[in-house]
């Protein structure tokens, strides 16, 4: 059973390096089991026909699990078709053995697919275990009831794992768009503080100093426009009522020197590199591009095992392109689990949120890498 490690979430296919592994690990047991009983059966017996038909059937079986995923409960029935002629043909094989695809296709079918659906096929499977008292008495008959409830049990156990998964990944994302609003509030209070002062100032001088009343009028226009943008990037987020403290300076990707420092004093090697003359991106943007690399040195520092990191960070006139990258292990972080259970479900959201794209994985030289491409223009 230890082939549920590869199912994906529920409702949904697996990932397809996973259906690769589920189809090759499946096919590699049914054959395994059935392969060395036929041979040797069929060289005690000489040319007899039954061992050879039994592994022409286990063969089938095999093939027919390539659809395992796709369609569980078809190859559920198939495969137990099958099985059954095997043990029948050739009794030597024990049931339990001889349904072993179909065994396998039930734990896949439990953990793809909702109970009220599986427990057809752990019932169908529990339907065949007198067979196996019949054949090899009531030894015979508790494995067979055991393989099928373990297979059943299986898939329940990894279903209600992805379950947990998602259940933990909305979580996130909710906490991080918490975040996010709490941060845009403190922008907006900002820019509208500064909108207040420039009023005050244009009417100070309206009259003595019309050309300087002018550029403060436009200095409130710009604010305004730029505060528009932060409102509706809040609304977007759908966050609660919780408060922040807005007395906090809000870091910026200006402020990516000083995080460095912080994470080399906690034992990474961290590089620096930026480039481009673009314009100032919009506060959002700034804010979330620290909060982006700040996450993913984060999860470097206490997950990946690495020594060293690259942040690069390119602006032009349209984006502003981060990317992290470190000298880890791809396979020892947990990106779900990182900083405050937020992880790379939050980066994601953050990245999305004004309208960018955010990519993670194993780099192509080892490690892993972060990818965020965060438009500046996202309000318009």
Not at 54 to 66: S, T, Y
Not at 191 to 215: G, Y
Not at 291 to 311: C, D, F, K, M
């Amino acid at each position: 059973m230890g082939l549920t490690r590869v199912l994906g979430g529920t409702g949904s296919p697996p990932p397809t390096r996973a259906v690769e592994l589920l189809r090759a690990g499946s096919a590699v047991l049914v054959l395994g089991v059935a392969v060395p009983v036929c041979l040797a059966a069929g060289a005690e017996a000489g040319a007899a026909w039954r061992p050879a038909a039994a592994l022409a059937l286990a063969v089938v079986q095999a093939a027919v699990l390539w659809w395992v995923v796709g369609r569980p409960a078809v190859v559920l029935l198939v495969s137990a078709l099958l099985g059954s002629a095997m043990w029948l043909l050739f009794p030597a094989l024990s049931l339990t053995g001889a349904l072993l695809g179909a065994q396998l296709a039930l734990c896949v079918l439990s953990a793809l697919r909702p109970v009220r659906t599986s427990r057809w096929g752990l019932l169908g499977m529990l339907a065949l275990a007198p067979l196996a008292f019949v054949g090899g008495g009531v030894l015979s008959l508790v494995t067979q009831l055991l393989a099928a409830a373990l297979a059943w049990t299986a898939g329940q156990w990894r279903r209600a794992q992805q379950q947990h998964l998602a259940a933990e990944t909305r979580r996130a994302v909710a906490e991080e768009r918490a975040r996010i609003a709490r941060e845009v509030h403190d922008v907006v209070a900002h820019t509208v503080s500064v909108m207040v002062i420039q009023a005050s100032a244009a009417d100070d001088v309206f009259d003595a100093d019309p050309e300087q009343a002018r550029r403060a009028l436009r200095a409130i226009d710009d604010a305004g426009r730029s505060a528009l943008g932060e409102l509706r990037l809040l609304l977007r987020a759908e966050a609660g009522e919780e408060g922040g403290d807005g007395r906090r300076p809000r870091p910026g990707l200006g402020d990516l020197a000083e995080l460095a420092v912080g994470a080399r004093a906690a034992g990474l090697d961290v590089e620096l590199h930026e480039e481009g003359r673009g314009p100032t991106p919009p506060a959002a943007v700034d804010l979330a591009g620290y909060r982006i690399v700040q996450e993913a040195l984060t999860n470097t520092l206490r997950h990946a095992g690495a020594s060293r990191a690259r942040v690069s960070v390119c602006r032009d006139e349209e984006f502003v392109r981060i990317h992290v990258s470190d000298n880890g292990r791809p396979g020892g972080r947990s990106w779900r689990s990182a900083g405050s259970g937020r992880g790379l479900a939050g980066m994601r959201e953050r990245a999305a949120l004004l309208g960018g794209t955010l990519e993670a994985g194993p780099g192509p030289d080892g490690g892993f890498e972060v990818r965020a491409v965060l438009p500046i223009r996202y309000a318009s």
